[in-house]
């Protein structure tokens, strides 16, 4: 990773790639979904909670294969669904800040979405030639910006799930096309019996601070489960 802060002088001429596939760095099994978006993601990915190094605790994901590499939602024509998570969107940019502390946008020079020189006229321009921010780059800059704020939010949503210890463990059995037996572990999901015996003060916070509908939402995106694996099973 080579971060930059990003400024129309020196970045005046970079292109990037914005089509989805594997050379692009889309080759991933999972990435961070966020809470406020899973009403629009547990229609079509299965949302599932991993332990991340460190203290950062538990991280929500959505689900894209079953092995490490694998995404069954790329195709030779790009992105076969009708929404992307935040955080997959974003590549190759991300938030930096300022030494008074106020966000800035980077980005990162050895993405495989930047375009290289010998690539020619190929991707969308970042700048206008004047210098003014292009359309594309002022998408990135209002997605960047949600996605900074609704991030800012996820620890207070872990916290209320462990507060409640609301996350079990669970696996996903695979039979791959060929017969071989196989199993996806250290995933997390929501213990629907201890969410449905908390008492009815605990549901009321739970709702009022807004972690009541995600909750349920995640409960729901399992049903994209047998779906991911009818995916994997075609190819």
Do not use: K
């Not at 299965?46 to 538990?58: C, E, H, R, S, Y």
């Not at 009022?208 to 779906?227: D, T």
């Amino acid at each position: 990773m080579t971060p930059a802060l990003l400024d129309n002088v020196t970045h005046r001429h970079l292109r990037i790639h914005t089509d989805r596939s594997a050379a692009h760095g889309d080759a991933r099994q999972s990435c961070l979904a966020l809470p406020a978006e899973f009403r629009q993601l547990q229609a079509h990915f299965p949302i599932v909670f991993q332990l991340v190094d460190g203290d950062a605790g538990f991280q929500p994901v959505a689900l894209f294969g079953l092995e490490e590499g694998q995404n069954l939602f790329l195709t030779p024509t790009g992105w076969d669904a009708p929404v992307m998570p935040m955080a997959l969107q974003r590549d190759p940019f991300m938030i930096g800040r300022a030494p008074d502390d106020t966000l800035q946008l980077h980005i990162d020079l050895a993405s495989p979405r930047i375009v290289r020189p010998d690539e020619g006229e190929v991707g969308t321009a970042l700048f206008m030639p004047h210098g003014g921010f292009s359309d594309y780059l002022d998408h990135i800059v209002q997605l960047m910006e949600h996605l900074h704020a609704h991030a800012q939010q996820l620890p207070v949503f872990i916290e209320a799930l462990t507060r409640h210890q609301l996350l079990e463990p669970f696996v996903i059995d695979i039979e791959t096309p060929s017969g071989e037996q196989g199993r996806l572990t250290g995933l997390f999901t929501v213990n629907e019996e201890r969410l449905a015996a908390l008492p009815g003060a605990a549901l009321e916070t739970l709702a009022r601070e807004g972690h009541l509908l995600p909750i349920y939402m995640q409960i729901a995106s399992l049903a994209q489960l047998p779906v991911l694996l009818e995916r994997a099973s075609r190819r």
